[in-house]
């Protein structure tokens, strides 16, 4: 079955800004948030898999091998990011993007990334997951009652609708729709829950 006609819905993304990504990109190749050994990284078949795909797209041979693909992946990502990204998502067919902004954080990484900007950058629809680990944690070092802490998550989440939520929740029904009185930036950049 030929699926490659059919755009793609990214449905767990992270935002990014190019000038803060200048690690080695293997390391980005596992999810956990502490020093790894990544050595073993290029060895995973789906990295293989995934780097002659790149060499493909990039229109380089066989002959460039892993270190020479990703040594132009480096130095294209580096001169024009934008354009770099572009031609990943044409190639993906990338449409919409549906954007957990619960990492990076300046709590967790240092920085944060503004959805407005990432959606500047990306040619697709950006959609924000709200995700509430980060206001439990901002939340976690103040002496509240349960009655101000969850009066606390419902201001920032958005107060119409919120026990609908909960219960369309506990229902099975989908959790992400819009709240009626969340505005909506013009564009491309919407916040759902």
Known sequence: MDLSHLSIIDNHAHP?????ENEDPTSYWTTSLLPENIEHIPNLLVFKMMTRCLGELMGMDSEAGTVGIWESR???????????????FDDAKIKTMFVDIGYPTKAISGYG??????AKLVPADVKVIVRIEPIIMDLAGRELSYEDFFGCVQSRVGKTNFHERHRRLEDGHSLLYRAKNQKIQPGRYQRIF
């Open 74 to 88: 480096q130095k294209s990502y580096a001169k024009d990011p934008k354009n770099y990204i572009k031609v990943l």
């Open 16 to 20: 990014f800004l190019p000038e803060k």
């Open 113 to 118: 990334v503004d959805p407005t900007d990432l």
